[in-house]
């Protein structure tokens, strides 16, 4: 089981830039897909991106491509998300999680507190 902290979230202008981290324990994080999730108020958690164990390939949701990156150093067991040109609808608590692809998405396997973005315009 990996025990997640995330940090880095805050107030921030329209245009502006977060970088959020992710701290993991846990003997399995090395060979664990990592996802950053949000939730935004009043509605369900949606991924945001993943970062695979193997080979460091990523994946984006639409809404982020170009914008958002996400990066991990396994020494560490971190997991970064680096958030440029944020927009209000980025607004939302961010979680980082344990990934795996299901049912035509990807799901998170367990919870951190998360982190609360919040975008002024």
């Known amino acids: 089981q990996v025990h997640l902290v995330e940090s880095g979230g805050g107030l921030v202008q329209a245009g502006g830039s977060l970088r959020l981290s992710c701290d993991a324990s846990g003997r399995t994080f090395s060979w664990s897909d990592m996802g950053w999730f949000r939730q935004p108020p009043g509605k369900e958690r949606e991924s945001v991106a993943v970062?695979?164990?193997?080979?460091?390939?990523?994946y984006y949701a639409d809404s982020v491509k170009g914008r958002f990156t996400i990066a991990r150093d396994n020494a560490k067991q971190t997991v970064y998300l680096q958030m440029n040109s944020l927009k209000p609808e980025d607004t939302a608590v961010y979680y980082c999680a344990p990934a795996f692809w299901g049912s035509g998405r990807w799901i998170g396997k367990s919870w951190g507190q998360g982190t609360q973005v919040t975008v002024s315009s």
């Open positions: 970062v695979m164990w193997k080979g460091g390939n990523t």
